[in-house]
C-alpha cells in the first residue's frame, strides 16, 4: 500500500512537470523564431512580474478568471461545456452596476443585492442554453457561444441607449457610479498594515476573499453533497445515473443555470472594486481564458486557483517583453502550450493510473 | 497422427503474481484441442506465450518436435501459428480480400498483384469450407462472417496451428452452428486447433480433447468423450459446484408487484416492444422470465424501474406508481442489478466508495441529510467488499480496474445492502466465476426466505429454472407461457423461447 501510495504522488508531480518541460521548449522556440533570447525573455518577465506592483495586478487578474473557471467546471463535472461564460459575465456585470446603483442599503446587503442580480442574470442567461438542449436537443457547446454574440451586442446596446448615465460628460460611455455601499472594499489598507507599501495604480480587489471562500463552497458542494454526486454521475455516465434514479434532464438545466449564475458573479470583481460602474473599458475574454483556466486545473478548486495565478502571472509580466522588443502575445503561445501540453500529460497519466490499479490489484489477489 | 504443439512445464511469473506454473500440454494435428479454465485462471498468458506476445521464465515449446523460441508474434506465424482474437482486428473500409492480404500483400512489381490474391483467397474459402463474398466491404459484414475474415487472414499467411481466444462469446447461436462446422472441415484438413472457452457445452461439442486449467497449472487433460460438462466443471473449480435451486416455497400473501396490461406502444406505431404484461408477483417468490434476448426484457425491466413511458398499470404493495419517477419507486424499496452492469451501474473512473452511492443516493446509511457521511460510506464499502468477496485493495480502487465478476459481486452487494422487498435482477450472474456464482445464488435464496420479492431475467436456462418459483415466456414482447419449473427441462424452455412448441 505505501508503494502505491508513492506512486501515486510521483504521477502527480510527473504530468505537470513533463508539462512544463514541453511548454516551456515550444514558448522557448517561439522566442528564438524572433531572434530574441529565451533566457533574457524569461529573466525579463520574472524580474517584472515580482514586482509588488505586478503581483497585486495578477492578484486582480486572477480573481475573475477563478471565479469564471469555477463557472466553467460545474458544468466540465456535470459533462457540459458551457463557453458562453464571457457572456453571461458581462449581463451580470452590466445589470448588477446598473441597478446596483439605483437603490441604496447598507454597505454588507447592498453588495448582496448586487451579486444576487448580476447571478440572476447570468443564470437566466445560461438557462436559456440549457432549456434549449433538454427541450429541443440543441448542443450546449453551439447556443452558449451564440449567446456570447448576443450578450456582447445587447450589453453594448443597453449601455448606449439605456443604462449610460447622461450626467457625466465622460468620452467613455458608463452607468452611474455605485454608491459606497455598493463598492467591494479593497484589501490595500490591510495590507498596508502588513506592511505592504502603496504601489503606483495598485491596489488588491476585496472579491479575492470571495473567490477564495466559493472554490472552498465549490468544493463542499461538488465532492461532498447529494446534489454534487447526482452532478457528477451525471458527468462521469449519465445513463448510469439515470437508472440509479438522477432526473437528467433536470441535471442539465440545472447544472447549466446554476454555472451561470456563477459566471455572473466573474465580472463583478472589477465593477465593485475598481470602476464602479459598468463601462465601455470592460474586460473582454475573461470566460474564454477561463476554459484554459478550468481545463489546466482539472475542474478542481485547487488546482484551478494555481492555474488562475499562473496565467494572470504570464499576462502581467509579459507585458515586460515589449522592453526588450519581443512580441507580448508570446504569452499567448505560452498560454497555449501549456494547456494542450497539460492537457496531454493527464490523459497519460490517467491513463496509466488505471493500468497501474490494475496491477496492484492482481498483486493484491495473488496474495 | 503427430503432435503439432507440445507445451512442457511452462512457467511465466509477473512481478507478484505467478500467472503459469507447470503448464503442460501437447497437440495433435488434425484435432480440436480445448483449452478450459476459469477467468483468471491463466489460459490467456498460455496462448500469449505459445503466440509469442510473452516469453515464458521457464519450459519449452515444440512446434512440430522442434524446440522453438520465439521473441514476437512474427516468430510464431513463421512457425505457422495463427490466432484468431476474440476482438477482431479488421478494417471496416476495406473489402473481405483487401483485409485477408493486408500486410502480407503479394507485389507484382511496386503494385499489388490482386488477381494473384483473389484466386488464392478464393481457393482458399472453398477448400475450408469459408465461403465469402471477396468484394463485399467488411462493415457491411455481420459478427459471423467477420470472423470468417478472420480466418482467412491467419489462413493466408499459413497457418497449421490454429488458436481461437473465445471465439463464441460474439456469436449467435446459428453463427456458432457455422463456426463449429468451419472448424471440423479446418480439422479434417489436418490443421490443430486449440480452441480457448469457458463455455463448457461448446467445448463438449467441438473438441476431442480437453487440458483443465485451474490457477496458473494444467490439472487434467482429457478425451472429451469421457467426461460430462459437470465433471469438467468440478475440475475447473476444484471442488463441487453450486446448484441454482431454492427450497421450499416461501411465498406470502401480500402482492409485491402487480402489473396490468402493461404496454410499451412505438412511436412509429409498429408492433408494441412489450404488450399487456399481465403478472402478479408475492413477497417471497421469484419469477424468472426467460426468454431469447431482445424479446422485451430489457424493455420490461424498464418500464418496472420507470426508466420508460408504458400504457396500463404497475402496482408496487398495492399502490399505483405509474406517476412516480425512478428515483421514488428506487426508494420505495425497488432494487436494480441492470443487465449491462459497465454502461448502466457503474461509473468505471470513480473510485468503489463512490459506486457505492450510486443509486441510493437519497438517503440512509450514505447520507446525512444533502452531505455525504464519508465515515459510513467508507465503512460500509468496506463490508460489502468482504461480504461479497470483491477482490479489491480498498474503496478507493477504481471501478475500471476490478474484473468484471468483482465488478458485478459489487453491484449484487450493493443493492441487497439496502434489503429491497423487490429485486428486478437482470443476469445477475452473468461473467462471474463460479465460485462468486455460487454466492450470488445463496445470497438470492437468503433475501427470498426473508420475503424479497425477485424478478429474474436470465439467458441461463438452468439458473432460471433452479432459482424461479414461476417462469414466464417471453416472445416478442408478449407472455407466451407460464411454465412451473419443477416440471419444466431446459430443453422444453428453449423451445417454448423460440416459439417451436
Redesign the interface.
Known amino acids: 500500500m505505501k508503494k502505491l501510495k508513492l506512486s501515486t504522488v510521483a504521477l502527480a508531480i510527473a504530468g505537470p512537470l513533463a508539462a512544463a518541460v514541453v511548454s516551456i521548449t515550444i514558448s522557448s522556440l517561439a522566442v528564438l523564431a524572433s531572434h530574441k533570447s529565451p533566457i533574457d525573455a524569461y529573466k525579463t518577465m520574472w524580474d517584472f512580474g515580482t514586482t509588488s506592483g505586478s503581483l497585486m495586478q495578477m492578484l486582480n487578474t486572477a480573481t475573475p478568471y477563478y471565479i469564471a473557471a469555477l463557472a466553467i467546471a460545474i458544468t466540465f463535472r456535470a459533462g457540459l461545456f458551457n463557453i458562453g461564460v464571457e457572456g453571461q459575465l458581462r449581463l451580470g456585470a452590466i445589470f448588477g452596476a446598473y441597478l446596483g446603483a439605483k437603490f441604496i442599503l447598507p454597505p454588507v446587503l447592498h453588495i448582496i443585492a448586487i451579486m444576487v442580480i448580476a447571478m440572476t442574470i447570468g443564470g437566466l442567461w445560461a438557462a436559456i442554453a440549457g432549456y434549449l438542449k433538454v427541450k429541443r436537443g440543441v448542443s450546449e457547446v453551439i447556443s452558449t457561444i451564440m449567446l456570447n454574440s448576443l450578450a456582447g451586442g445587447l450589453s453594448s446596446y443597453l449601455l448606449a441607449n439605456y443604462f449610460v448615465d447622461r450626467t457625466t460628460n465622460s468620452n467613455n460611455m458608463s452607468t452611474k457610479t455605485l454608491p459606497a455601499s455598493g463598492q467591494f472594499p479593497d484589501l490595500m489598507p490591510l495590507l498596508n498594515k502588513f506592511g505592504v507599501e502603496d504601489q503606483p495604480g495598485g491596489g488588491v480587489y476585496g472579491m479575492l476573499v470571495f473567490a477564495i471562500a466559493l472554490g472552498f463552497v465549490f468544493w463542499f458542494v461538488i465532492n461532498r453533497t447529494r446534489f454534487g454526486f447526482e452532478l457528477r454521475a451525471s458527468g462521469s455516465n449519465p445513463i448510469a445515473a439515470r437508472f440509479s434514479g438522477v432526473n437528467s434532464k433536470r441535471m442539465v438545466f440545472v447544472a447549466m443555470a446554476l454555472s451561470g449564475a456563477v459566471a455572473g458573479l466573474a465580472g463583478l470583481p472589477a465593477v465593485l472594486g475598481e470602476t464602479h460602474a459598468f463601462n465601455m473599458g470592460f474586460r473582454t475574454g475573461i470566460g474564454f481564458s477561463a476554459i484554459a483556466v478550468a481545463l489546466l486545473g482539472r475542474n478542481n478548486p485547487l488546482g484551478m486557483g494555481i492555474s488562475a495565478l499562473l496565467f494572470g502571472f504570464l499576462e502581467v509580466s509579459s507585458r515586460s517583453l515589449e522592453l526588450i522588443d519581443i512580441a507580448p502575445e508570446t504569452y499567448v503561445i505560452m498560454q497555449g502550450s501549456i494547456l494542450l501540453s497539460s492537457v496531454i500529460a493527464y490523459e497519460v497519466v490517467r491513463r496509466y493510473k488505471i493500468t497501474l490499479q490494475s496491477k496492484e490489484l492482481a498483486k493484491a489477489v495473488a496474495e | 497422427m503427430s503432435v503439432a504443439v507440445e507445451l512442457r512445464h511452462i512457467s511465466k511469473r ?5 500467472a503459469n506454473k507447470d503448464v503442460s500440454m501437447s497437440v495433435e494435428t488434425g484435432t480440436v484441442h480445448a483449452l478450459v479454465g476459469e477467468n ?1 485462471a491463466g489460459k490467456s498468458t498460455v496462448m500469449k506465450i505459445l503466440y509469442g506476445m510473452q516469453r515464458p521464465d521457464s519450459g519449452e515449446i515444440l512446434v512440430n518436435g522442434t524446440t522453438v523460441h520465439f521473441k514476437n508474434p512474427n516468430d510464431a506465424i513463421e512457425a505457422s501459428i495463427g490466432m484468431v482474437h476474440q476482438h477482431f482486428m479488421l478494417a471496416d473500409n476495406f473489402t473481405v480480400l483487401e483485409n485477408v492480404i493486408l500486410g502480407s500483400e503479394p507485389q507484382h512489381g511496386i503494385t499489388i498483384d490482386f488477381a494473384a490474391a483473389r484466386t488464392k483467397v478464393v481457393e482458399m474459402a472453398a477448400q475450408y469450407g469459408l465461403e465469402i463474398d471477396p468484394d463485399v466491404l467488411v462493415e457491411e459484414l455481420g459478427v459471423g462472417q467477420r470472423q470468417r475474415v478472420e480466418i482467412l487472414k491467419v489462413l493466408y499467411r499459413g497457418a497449421r496451428i490454429l488458436i481461437f481466444d473465445e471465439p463464441t462469446a460474439v456469436l449467435v447461436p446459428q453463427e456458432v452452428d457455422d463456426l463449429f462446422n468451419a472448424l471440423k472441415g479446418l480439422r479434417a484438413q489436418g490443421m490443430a486447433i486449440i480452441f480457448i472457452s469457458h463455455k463448457l457445452d461448446e467445448v463438449l461439442r467441438v473438441a476431442d480433447d480437453v487440458t483443465v486449467i485451474r490457477a496458473g497449472s494444467t490439472v487434467a487433460e482429457v478425451k472429451s468423450k469421457d467426461v460430462t460438462a459437470r465433471q469438467l466443471a468440478e475440475l475447473m473449480v476444484g471442488s463441487e459446484l453450486p446448484q441454482p435451486s431454492t427450497h421450499g416455497d416461501t411465498r406470502r400473501p401480500e402482492i409485491t408487484l402487480a402489473l396490468k396490461d402493461v404496454s410499451i406502444p412505438t412511436k412509429s406505431g409498429s408492433r408494441d416492444l412489450i404488450s399487456h404484461v399481465t403478472f402478479n408477483l408475492h413477497a417471497g417468490e421469484v419469477v424468472g422470465i426467460a426468454g431469447v434476448e431482445g424479446n422485451g426484457q430489457a424493455e420490461l425491466v424498464e418500464a418496472i ?1 420507470g ?1 420508460r413511458d408504458y400504457t396500463g398499470v404497475i402496482e408496487f404493495s398495492a399502490a399505483n406508481i405509474n406517476d412516480l ?7 420505495l424499496g425497488i432494487g ?1 442489478i ?1 443487465e449491462d452492469r459497465q ?8 473510485p468503489l466508495w ?1 459506486n457505492r ?6 438517503g440512509k446509511p450514505v ?1 446525512n441529510g ?3 457521511d ?1 465515515k459510513t460510506i467508507m465503512t460500509d464499502t468496506k463490508s460489502i467488499m468482504e461480504e461479497f468477496d470483491v ?3 480498498g474503496p478507493q ?2 471501478a ?3 474484473s468484471g465478476g468483482n465488478q458485478q459481486k459489487f453491484i449484487v452487494g450493493r443493492e441487497m445492502s439496502k434489503a429491497p422487498s423487490l429485486l428486478v435482477a437482470s443476469h445477475p450472474t452473468r461473467g462471474v466465476d463460479v465460485g462468486a456464482q455460487g454466492a450470488i445464488w445463496e445470497e438470492l435464496r437468503r433475501a427470498r426466505e426473508k420475503g424479497m420479492a425477485i424478478v429474474l431475467i436470465s439467458a441461463d436456462l438452468e439458473e432460471l429454472i433452479g432459482m424461479s418459483d414461476r417462469l414466464l415466456v417471453m416472445l416478442r414482447g408478449v407472455v407466451t407461457a407460464e411454465l412451473d419449473p419443477a416440471k419444466t427441462t431446459p430443453e422444453q424452455l428453449g423451445s417454448a423461447m423460440t416459439g417451436a412448441s
Open positions: 509477473f512481478p507478484g503474481v505467478i483468471g424501474m426508466l419517477s425512478v428515483a421514488h419507486r428506487r426508494d436494480l441492470p454502461r448502466q451501474a457503474m461509473m468505471m473512473e470513480s463512490e452511492i450510486l443509486g441510493h443516493q437519497r447520507m444533502f452531505v455525504l464519508m477482490r479489491a485493495p480502487t477504481l475500471a480496474a476490478l
